[in-house]
């Protein structure tokens, strides 16, 4: 009788691992069944393409998983990215101790990097760093991942720089949200909506751009207003806000803020675009989006 229900119970073992690698199998099939179809599809796409466009990755940890980095990486892209899962960094904390040579890539930030390490999951091999942070007397490590022609093994703290500079770039994000976030839709129609978004997108994005090119274009002086030290929320909700006198000459323009204003005293000073137009700021030949525009609306009238 014993014997019989442990063979019983051994087969009810047997037949769940076999239901478990029955739906495996099948779900392994399904995705065989797509890579050979998306390889079939990449054949064409080459055939059809032979100057494909180049492009660059960089991605955070929410867009890092395998299947997005091996799909990258067929499709000939450079990547950039942390990994999905945070057990890579366990891994990679017991491969190293105390006498590891780590490098510093920042002020609070040091590296530790591999090449061409083939991790489980991953079925390509990527150059792959431990990152560790310190702030205040915490440390905290994270993992950067690597695919493509760029020696980043060579040069870890440009690696570093060159990855965290995609926060430049995603810094809109949170520019829409908050300086630039719209707090009443004055509008109804989804159209209206809609455009309204994209203005608040644009606004966000073209802020950044604006900022240097005031910097680079403004003329010196000593009681300039610092554009770039203002950080663009300040900028947006503060000077942008603040009330001023517009003043031309034939050396260029000049904003005078307000005295009553909290950069009571300061200036922006932008030259002229040429001689033979003086009092025309120099913007006119340096943004196409404006010159077009222009041209479009005297066509128009």
């Avoid at 190293?96 to 991790?119: C, P, Y």
């Avoid at 440009?158 to 994000?173: K, L, M, P, S, V």
């Avoid at 030259?271 to 479009?296: A, E, Q, T, Y």
Wanted: glycine content about 4%; some cysteine.
């Amino acid at each position: 009788m014993k014997r019989l229900q442990s063979r019983r119970k051994a087969w009810q073992d047997a037949q769940r691992r076999l239901d478990k690698s029955t739906v495996r199998w099948s779900q392994q099939q399904s995705e065989l069944t797509g890579l050979y179809q998306r390889l079939t599809r990449f054949e064409q796409d080459n055939s059809a393409n032979p100057e494909s466009v180049a492009a660059e990755f960089r991605l955070d940890a929410g867009f890092g998983s395998y299947e997005n980095v091996a799909l990258l990486i067929e499709m000939g892209y450079e990547v950039y990215t942390k990994p999905h899962n945070h057990r890579v960094v366990t891994y990679l904390r017991q491969q190293v101790d105390d006498q590891t040579a780590w490098v510093r890539v920042g002020a609070n930030a040091e590296l530790i990097a591999w090449t061409l390490m083939q991790l489980k999951g991953c079925p390509y091999p990527l150059d792959v760093a431990l990152e560790r942070v310190y702030t205040g007397k915490t440390r905290k490590h994270s993992v950067l991942f690597h695919f493509g022609s760029d020696p980043v093994i060579l040069n870890p703290p440009a690696w570093f720089e060159h990855y965290n500079g995609r926060q430049t770039i995603e810094a809109e994000i949170k520019e829409s949200r908050q300086a630039f976030c719209l707090h009443h839709i004055k509008v109804r129609s989804e159209l209206a909506i809609y455009l309204q978004e994209c203005c608040v997108i644009f606004a966000a994005n073209f802020i950044r751009w604006a900022s240097h090119w005031l910097a680079d274009q403004a003329l010196p002086a000593e009681n300039a207003l610092s554009v770039p030290m203002l950080g663009v929320k300040r900028q947006v909700q503060v000077a942008a806000h603040a009330s001023a006198q517009v003043i031309r000459n034939s050396e260029g323009r000049l904003l005078n803020l307000s005295e009553h204003s909290v950069f009571a005293g300061k200036g922006l000073r932008l030259p002229s675009g040429d001689h033979s137009s003086p009092g025309r700021p120099k913007f006119w030949f340096l943004m196409p989006f404006f010159v077009k525009s222009h041209l479009i609306a005297q066509q128009l009238r």
